[in-house]
């Protein structure tokens, strides 16, 4: 993984000084893997590949003037690049030692080691570091409802005189908009699910189980000396369609639809992409059911532009397939943002009740599924970048049924 360019963390930082000077907020601290990410440009091995939650901290303060503040346990921060933009590190200690025998840090911490994650010393250095700037008293945006009750207590507990609000609003508002150095990420992984797909339908026989296509998934990935890695393979064949941890080895036979919901990882950008292929001749049934589909989807590409709400397009669109062929289809939403989430969906959604309206420098996935007993799961989804004028397309491949 590379380090997003210095442009890309300033950019976030200025953004995010506006919102914080609109809601009079002294202090923004990110909590979980993707904020983490966002506002410092470091990738937390503890917090991403462990699954570990609130061990590390990134600050920004509302003063133009000061650097965003990593807090991280002495262990991890030894793998923080010394080259990183705008940032200053502040470590603390964990249950591994590390130790100096050649003296290059001219000392070691020498107190007793916890047995596990400290978060009483994390939020202890974050009070400590509040204190510093003034703004120990001050008005200052968490992640409260993505944290554990533990954690908010330890931390309500080690900063008692700040006013802790909560920070998911304005963090849904800073990442929808996304900057060149984002967009260029997610291109790229949009780019590699597609050369995936293309790849994995390739080797589709009869016979050809969901396992066998997520396994040429995969291998397709693998190809690219980076090592891309599958955020999720959503993969069905015939009629199964609820999502597996384990994958399907039931045969595919003529007639029986093969839907791909996949997605790559670039950088911690996530692509969401869905196409669906039927091998040999679609039934009656399917063809019906495809084209209302695509009539939506269709139009969805159609509308979406500046200005427009997510609410609007998701009405106008719903409407579209119910007329074009599945009068009870029923979706809680047609799409989402695209960005660092590792479930792959993130707000803002189009829904029946989004508001927002789209801007330029939005990437969202648009997505048209369907579920069906007996028939299985068909979809189109694309990932588009909405522009001054409208929406320009990221994806390649056809949004037609494919017949294998």
Known sequence: MSHPDERHLNTIAARARVLMDELNL???????????????????????TLRMNEVALAVLFRDPSTKTIIIMNDFEAAGVSSDLPNCELRTYPTWVDVDDPLGLR?????????????????????????AEYGCQAGRIAVELNNMRHSSVETLQQA???AELVEAQGLFTALRMIKTTWEIEQLRA???????????????????????????????????????????????????????????????????????????????????????TFVLGNPSETITRIYGALKAGHDRLLEIIAPGISMQAAFEDAMAVIRRSGLPNYNRGHLG?????????????????????????????????????????????????????????????????????
Do not use: W
């Open 26 to 48: 002294d202090a923004l601290v990110a909590s979980s893997y993707e904020n983490f990410y966002y506002l410092c440009g470091h990738e937390s091995t503890f917090m991403y």
């Open 189 to 275: 992984a949009c780019a590699y699910a597609e050369a995936g797909i293309t790849d994995a339908v390739q080797s589709i026989r009869q016979g050809s189980t969901a396992e066998d296509i997520v396994h040429e998934f995969r291998r397709s990935l693998m190809k690219d000396v980076k090592g891309l890695s599958a955020r999720f393979h959503m993969i069905s064949v015939g009629a199964s369609f609820a999502p597996a941890h384990r994958f399907d080895t039931y045969p595919a036979r003529t007639g029986d639809v093969i839907k791909f919901d996949v997605g790559v990882d670039v950088n911690g950008y996530g692509s969401d992409i869905a196409r």
């Open 159 to 161: 900063a008692p005189e």
């Open 106 to 130: 001219g000392g070691k911490y020498e107190g007793k080691r916890p047995t596990g994650h400290q978060a009483q010393e994390m939020f202890g250095l974050l009070q400590r570091t509040l």
């Open 336 to 404: 989402h943002s695209a960005g660092l989430s590792l479930a792959a969906e993130e707000p803002p959604f189009l829904g029946p009740s989004e508001t927002t309206l789209f801007q330029p420098g939005m990437v969202i996935c648009l997505e048209t599924p369907y579920y069906g007993y007996g028939i299985g799961a068909m979809m189109i989804e694309d990932m588009v970048l909405v522009t001054t004028n409208g929406c320009e397309r990221m994806n390649r491949l056809s949004r037609e049924l494919v017949f294998l």
